[in-house]
């Protein structure tokens, strides 16, 4: 079966940086788009950033500039690289996958997730 598990979270200060992993197993990652999503306390799920199996990646304009997706499809893991961190992104961040071909921020197409990782920034 899919399976998603996301590593890499921690607390840090404003302006600091983080790498968030997600390992997948269970399905062909490299045909599969995937995407990284975040929930804070009390709001909605947020897309983060997104990577199809073309390379195309999208982004929330909250974070562009300052995050970075990436895939490595020989290990199965999906990345994503947090610079210049603001309290504003603290939040579980969950990583998402589907058997569909575009570069989305939409989480309602995403099929499978992972358990989440928590991102805390202080300011």
């Known amino acids: 079966q899919v399976q998603l598990v996301e590593s890499g979270g921690d607390s840090v200060q404003a302006g600091g940086s983080l790498r968030l992993s997600c390992a997948g197993s269970?399905?062909?990652?490299?045909?599969?788009?995937m995407a990284w999503f975040r929930q804070a306390p009390g709001k909605l799920r947020e897309g983060v950033a997104a990577v199809d199996s073309d390379g195309t990646t999208s982004y929330a304009d909250s974070v562009k500039g300052r995050f970075t997706i990436s895939k490595d499809n020989t290990k199965d893991t999906l990345y994503l690289q947090m610079n210049s961190l603001e309290p504003e992104d603290t939040a579980m961040y969950y990583c998402?996958?589907?058997?569909?071909?575009?570069?989305?921020?939409?989480?309602?197409?995403?099929?499978?997730w992972g358990q989440g990782t928590q991102v805390t920034v202080s300011s």
């Open positions: 269970g399905f062909t990652f490299s045909t599969y788009s």
């Open positions: 998402a996958t589907g058997r569909f071909s575009w570069a989305t921020l939409s989480p309602s197409l995403y099929q499978y």
